[in-house]
């Protein structure tokens, strides 16, 4: 199926989704908002993340207004870089969050899920995302053969 990034600050959702998507046949990565619990994430740092490279999918389940343990940074931070980068902002996501913020970069399709909400919720989005989207319908001004009178 699909490599799914999970970014996540605590035990929350991710206490079940990493088995649920796993079963469903999902490579999950998991990330803390850093590589270690107190080294801040490559992605802010350097521009890029090792992790995310291979990621066709990110399921991004950090608080938002609360800065991430152990960093300077708040989750709304990690948040706008991805989505913000000129590849990870194409992935799809799924933002596990109270609500998404407004004026969120990227390209990639975003679904938000309540953050308390059952981790069969988020599995439901994660299939609804990977699911092959159909091609933008052409524009069919000027193509139209006229017929000889």
Same mark, same amino acid.
């Given at each position: 199926?699909? /490599? =799914?990034?999970? =970014?996540?600050?605590g035990p929350g ?22 590589? /270690? ?6 992605? &802010?740092?350097?521009?890029?993340? $090792?992790?995310? @490279?291979?990621?066709? !999918? !990110? =399921? ?5 207004? %609360? ?8 989750? =709304? ?8 980068? $000129? @590849?990870?902002?194409? &992935? ?16 990639? $399709?975003?679904?938000?899920?309540? /953050?308390?909400? @059952? ?9 609804? &995302? %990977? ?7 052409? @524009?069919?001004?000027? /193509? ?6």
């Amino acid at each position: 199926m699909a /490599t =799914i990034l999970l =970014i996540e600050d605590g035990p929350g959702i991710g206490r079940q989704l990493p088995s649920l998507l796993a079963a469903a046949g999902h490579r999950v990565l998991r990330c803390g908002g850093g590589p /270690t619990p107190l080294a801040a994430c490559p992605l &802010l740092r350097q521009g890029h993340c $090792p992790l995310a @490279d291979t990621a066709e !999918l !990110l =399921i991004f389940a950090c608080p938002l207004g %609360l800065p991430l343990r152990g960093r300077s940074y708040r989750g =709304i931070h990690l948040l706008h870089a991805y989505r913000a980068h $000129p @590849d990870y902002g194409r &992935l799809p996501l799924v933002l596990v969050a109270l609500a998404s913020p407004q004026n969120l970069a990227g390209t990639g $399709p975003t679904e938000t899920v309540a /953050t308390f909400t @059952d981790p069969a919720a988020v599995l439901t989005a994660v299939h609804r &995302l %990977l699911q092959p989207r159909p091609p933008p319908a052409a @524009d069919h001004q000027g /193509t139209h053969q006229h017929a000889a009178r």
